[in-house]
């Protein structure tokens, strides 16, 4: 398992983010970053089944991290990046996957998901494509915010299926928009306010097609368990169930600490 940052209660918000390989996989291509100073998260789940998923998702962070980082130097901690700035990050991340895939016979078809999410004060931006998924947990209610880019979830819009299957189901991995595939991409943008009990969740389909939700609601309650641990729980549990796929947590939350 890897910490890839520790929580932060500096400027407002509290922030943890943890991957893991899983049990199956031969390698992790789940990409992570958090920016706690500047209130970003970002998360990306490289192609499964394609060569150099991890370079994909590797490009997508890194890209959309420098895009994002320097928009907010010297300005107030708390101003807003507007969804089309976050577009904008998902844009330059899928124009530099095919770029180096252009360039590299080695990574010809890589492709990633990506979610990047601005908090401010009271306010949050998030733009996704692809099924890496944002939560939010609230007096014990899980409310999935973000909706997957995947057949299965086309099926459910269409009524040709009546719930979601579980993960054996061929449509909940079948992507029909991702980074790396096209020129042009069309993310939604998902907004909405941030209340002070609120707890944000974004992850990779490993945790959510292994844990079901109430089992994470379970994990994520319990105010007195700091937010690392928290995201060990989830992909502690993820790996209980078999660990089928690379598992990556964000989680973000007001800090008590918080400077006004």
């Given at each position: 398992m890897t910490d890839q940052m520790t929580a932060?209660?500096?400027?407002?918000?509290?922030?943890?983010?943890?991957?893991?390989?899983?049990?199956?996989?031969?390698?992790?291509?789940?990409?992570?970053?958090?920016?706690?100073?500047?209130?970003?998260?970002?998360?990306?789940?490289?192609m499964g089944g394609h060569r150099a998923g991890d370079v994909a998702s590797n490009i997508a962070v890194e890209v959309i991290a420098s895009s994002l980082a320097p928009s907010l130097v010297g300005e107030d901690q708390h101003l807003r990046l507007s969804a089309g700035r976050l577009v904008y990050s998902l844009q330059l991340a899928n124009?530099?996957?095919?770029?180096?895939?252009?360039?590299?016979?080695?990574?010809?078809?890589?492709?990633?998901?990506?979610?990047?999410?601005?908090?401010?004060?009271?306010?949050?931006?998030?733009?996704?494509?692809?099924?890496?998924?944002?939560?939010?947990?609230?007096?014990?209610?899980?409310?999935?915010?973000?909706?997957?880019?995947?057949?299965?979830?086309?099926?459910?819009?269409?009524?040709?299926?009546?719930?979601e299957r579980g993960g054996g189901w061929f449509g909940n991995n079948v992507l029909l928009k991702a980074l790396g595939i096209d020129e042009n991409i069309d993310p939604d943008i998902t907004e909405g306010r941030v209340k002070h009990e609120d707890l944000f969740l974004l992850c990779s389909d490993g945790l959510n097609e292994a844990v079901a939700d109430e089992e994470i609601i379970e994990l994520l309650g319990g105010d007195q368990i700091d937010l690392i641990e928290k995201a060990e729980r989830l992909i502690d549990a993820a790996n209980r169930n078999g660990g089928p796929d690379n598992v990556s947590v964000i989680l973000v939350r007001q800090s008590s600490n918080k400077i006004h």
């Open positions: 932060e209660r500096r400027t407002g918000w509290e922030m943890a983010a943890k991957t893991d390989i899983g049990l199956i996989r031969t390698r992790n291509e789940d990409s992570i970053r958090i920016i706690p100073e500047r209130g970003i998260a970002i998360l990306s789940d490289g124009a530099a996957i095919l770029k180096a895939a252009d360039e590299e016979r080695d990574f010809a078809g890589m492709g990633a998901t990506a979610i990047v999410v601005h908090f401010d004060a009271d306010r949050f931006s998030a733009v996704h494509i692809g099924d890496s998924r944002m939560y939010r947990f609230s007096e014990g209610r899980l409310e999935q915010l973000t909706v997957d880019h995947t057949l299965a979830q086309q099926y459910l819009d269409q009524g040709l299926v009546r719930e």
